[in-house]
């Protein structure tokens, strides 16, 4: 079964940092893109992030400098590393496969990460 | 960052109606445009890939169209499944960006 899973998620205080996976199955990880979204409760989707297969990495402008998306083929896992959090980062973050151009196909359940003291 | 605007916000639709929902991008995306479904405290589900064609496992009643700027969600016989909130998406250019979500409920 094709599966994404993340974990990592939980409770940081503002200017903290958190380091969020997500492991994947059922399918030939390294030949994909893969993408973090995020929902705050009750609000849309955003993306926060991307990696190709060849490690190139893209942000939008609300998370770069404080966001880093790394993968490790190895281990079929994607990371997100989040540092310097704000009030406005929490939200559950999703993982996510990227399918054709640019349309993702499979999602993880979700993590929940909340920012606050 | 490309501008995503859906239309209407949210809607209410019986069973067996058919339902459009518009998506207007900020500038011209040619095809590259998605769109999703999401269940209240799920992750969303692919319907629609560049902008017309059908996910593998989606019911054939829903149907994209559009290039360019607009784009056009149709659920041509709403079911009681179908009632959720519907996202576009653009891939066009990085940052990709949704749209702010139509909730279809029932009426």
């Known amino acids: 079964e094709v599966q994404l899973v993340e974990s990592g998620g939980g409770l940081v205080q503002p200017g903290g940092s958190l380091r969020l996976s997500c492991a994947a199955s059922?399918?030939?990880?390294?030949?994909?893109?893969m993408h973090w979204v995020r929902q705050a409760t009750g609000k849309g989707l955003e993306w926060v992030s991307g990696?190709?297969?060849?490690?190139?990495?893209y942000y939008p402008g609300s998370v770069k400098g404080r966001f880093s998306i790394s993968r490790e083929n190895a281990k079929n896992s994607l990371y997100l590393q989040m540092n310097s959090l704000r009030a406005g980062d929490t939200a559950v973050y999703y993982c996510?496969?990227?399918?054709?151009?640019?349309?993702?196909?499979?999602w993880g359940q979700g993590t929940m990460v909340t920012v606050s003291s | 960052d490309i501008q995503m605007t859906q239309s209407p916000s949210s809607l209410s639709a019986s069973v067996r109606d058919r339902v459009t929902i518009t998506c207007r991008a900020s500038?011209?995306?040619?095809?590259?445009l998605n769109w999703y479904q999401q269940k209240p405290g799920k992750a969303p589900k692919l319907l629609i890939f560049?902008?017309?064609s059908l996910q593998s496992g989606v019911p054939s009643r829903f149907s994209g169209s559009g290039s360019g700027t607009d784009f056009t969600l149709t659920i041509s016989s709403l079911q009681p499944e179908d009632f959720a909130t519907y996202y576009c998406?653009?891939?066009?250019?990085?940052?990709?960006?949704f749209g702010q979500g139509t909730k279809v409920e029932i009426k």
């Open positions: 996510a496969r990227e399918f054709e151009v640019g349309a993702f196909d499979i």
């Open positions: 059922g399918f030939t990880f390294s030949s994909y893109d």
């Open positions: 990696i190709g297969t060849a490690g190139d990495t």
């Open positions: 500038q011209s995306l040619s095809s590259h």
């Open positions: 560049a902008a017309s």
């Open positions: 998406q653009q891939t066009y250019s990085t940052p990709w960006t």
